[in-house]
């Protein structure tokens, strides 16, 4: 009967937004996966496109302690990105990098795991809405 009552009150605890807001604090390696992605040129309206189209990851994965993002293309090619700034402010975490030619900029929710990424240059923007786990 202790033992029941001990594994309710951690999975109570995990529950909780003090418990649950930790996850995604930049203390423990998580997933990002992508839901929606937005093309956007100056000029035009920005369309919708998928991974596939793009040789976009599906899956991202982030290490705030290794200051790393790393993940597959779905034609094979590994991305290796270098996170350059860590800052929270009012429960986001954002990160920040450069990547060849272009900058990035993700902001996860730090209670949610609800995640937005930019990635752009001079000529046009992309936007990725997702969602991250703990890994």
């Given at each position: 009967?202790?033992?029941?009552?001990?594994?309710?009150?951690a999975?109570?605890?995990?529950?909780?937004?003090?418990?649950f807001?930790?996850?995604?604090?930049?203390?423990?390696?998580?997933?990002?996966a992508?839901?929606e992605?937005?093309e956007?040129?100056?000029?035009?309206?920005?369309?919708?496109?998928?991974?596939?189209n793009?040789?976009?990851?599906?899956?991202?994965?982030?290490?705030?302690?290794d200051?790393?993002?790393?993940?597959t293309?779905?034609?094979?090619?590994a991305?290796?990105?270098?996170?350059?700034?860590?800052?929270?402010?009012?429960?986001?975490?954002?990160?920040?990098?450069?990547?060849?030619?272009?900058?990035?900029?993700?902001?996860?929710?730090?209670?949610?795991?609800?995640?937005?990424?930019?990635?752009?240059?001079?000529?046009?923007?992309?936007?990725?809405?997702?969602?991250?786990?703990?890994r």
């Amino acid at each position: 009967m202790r033992i029941m009552f001990l594994a309710a009150a951690a999975l109570a605890l995990s529950l909780s937004p003090d418990g649950f807001a930790a996850t995604f604090d930049g203390s423990q390696p998580i997933i990002c996966a992508t839901f929606e992605i937005l093309e956007c040129e100056p000029g035009l309206r920005c369309e919708e496109e998928t991974v596939d189209n793009l040789d976009a990851p599906q899956f991202l994965q982030i290490s705030v302690q290794d200051k790393t993002i790393t993940a597959t293309r779905p034609s094979g090619a590994a991305v290796n990105a270098k996170i350059d700034l860590v800052r929270s402010a009012e429960g986001q975490m954002f990160l920040q990098g450069i990547e060849k030619t272009r900058g990035w900029s993700m902001a996860i929710n730090e209670a949610k795991g609800n995640m937005s990424l930019a990635i752009h240059d001079d000529a046009s923007s992309y936007v990725i809405f997702g969602a991250c786990t703990p890994r």
